[in-house]
């Protein structure tokens, strides 16, 4: 079985800039979560698909985050304009269902906003 | 607000004894609590979880306790081997499904 995809591994960006994040999960997981982890911290989820709809997003910061799953299996997560504070690792995760926390994490990708 | 909480962000053990990681927690609504464990550049993996109505979990080599009149769970390692090096996070089930994660335990084991 293959694991959570994520891309890029590494990006480096200026403030104001923007950034997208691709996430592709297991197949046949109609869950899928974004996080973000800042450096000394545990995982905040910024936002839960189940299939393509949104589950949970009270935690996204709607200004200047947005994240898509059209077809209920990829997603897309943008920031745009980036903040020095947006610098952490973004993990992609995906589940079976909701309330099924044997979550399969991505590597993640490392984002310095500089 | 931090509803979870890893208060050691470092422990240390020698390999074979028994490794004892902490987490604290503030709402008495969680009702259920995991343990995953990370490496270095990989995304975390689910470990072993405790629903709140049990006081312990057992899974080979490791065991969680949950103590809910203190709020406090703990994850029990025997025998530690070095593999087990990572850090692990404690995360709660809060009432809209949604977990909330401490901040971590990195765990070293000593040869």
């Known amino acids: 079985e293959a694991g959570v995809a994520q891309s890029p591994r590494y990006k480096i960006i200026e403030k104001r800039q923007s950034v997208a994040f691709w996430c592709n999960p297991i197949s046949g997981h109609a869950t899928l979560y974004w996080y973000q982890q800042i450096l000394g911290q545990g995982p905040k989820l910024l936002i839960q698909?189940?299939?393509?709809?949104?589950?949970?997003d009270s935690q996204l910061p709607k200004d200047r985050f947005s994240a898509e799953r059209l077809k209920g299996v990829d997603s897309t997560l943008k920031i745009q304009p980036a903040k020095l504070e947006d610098s952490a690792v973004y993990l992609c995760?995906?589940?079976?269902?909701?309330?099924?926390?044997?979550?399969?994490f991505g590597s993640g990708t490392r984002l310095t906003v500089v | 607000d931090q509803q979870v909480k890893q208060n050691s962000p470092s422990l240390s053990v020698q390999e074979g004894r028994i490794s004892i990681l902490n987490c604290d927690y503030t709402?008495?609504?969680?009702?259920?609590f995991l343990w995953y464990k990370k490496y270095p550049a990989e995304g975390p993996t689910f470990l072993i979880s405790i629903s709140s109505i049990k006081d312990k979990n057992e899974d080979g080599r490791f065991t969680v306790f949950l103590n809910k009149s203190a709020k406090h769970l703990s994850l029990h390692i025997v025998p530690s081997q070095p593999g087990d090096s990572a850090v692990y996070f404690c995360a709660a089930r809060g009432s809209n499904y949604q977990l909330i994660w401490g901040a971590g335990t990195k765990l070293i084991i000593k040869p």
């Open positions: 698909f189940q299939n393509n709809g949104v589950v949970d």
């Open positions: 709402n008495s609504m969680f009702d259920y």
């Open positions: 995760a995906s589940s079976t269902s909701t309330g099924n926390y044997g979550y399969t």
